[in-house]
Nanobody
Framework: QVQLVESGGGLVQPGGSLRLSCEASGSFFRFYNMGWYRQAPGKQREVVAVITTGGKTNYADSVKGRFTSSRDNAKNTVYLQMNSLKAEDTAVYYC???????WGQGTLVTVSS
């Protein structure tokens, strides 16, 4: 059974930074592309970043240059470094095993002064 646990969310001021983590339950992790998604209140869930098994990344235009995803296969963990945060980044952030359509429970990021 695939389990994903996100952490690292919280309240941050505009311009601040947070690093989200998503730890997977097993060694399957290294064989799959991983995605970061977010869902803001009243909006549809959207993709933020995808990182391949080899570490290549793609980002939504809205976060390019501000967010960076990385992965540590030895720790079964994927990260999302978020810098220069804006109020519009406020959302619940989820990680996903792309091919398995398996989701974590989400972690709330609130950007507010």
């Amino acid at each position: 059974q695939v389990q994903l646990v996100e952490s690292g969310g919280g309240l941050v001021q505009p311009g601040g930074s947070l690093r989200l983590s998503c730890e997977a339950s097993g060694s399957f992790f290294r064989f799959y592309n991983m995605g970061w998604y977010r869902q803001a209140p009243g909006k549809q869930r959207e993709v933020v970043a995808v990182i391949t098994t080899g570490g290549k990344t793609n980002y939504a235009d809205s976060v390019k240059g501000r967010f960076t995803s990385s992965r540590d296969n030895a720790k079964n963990t994927v990260y999302l470094q978020m810098n220069s945060l804006k109020a519009e980044d406020t959302a619940v952030y989820y990680c996903k095993v792309e091919a398995l359509d398996a989701w974590g429970q989400g972690t709330l990021v609130t950007v507010s002064s």
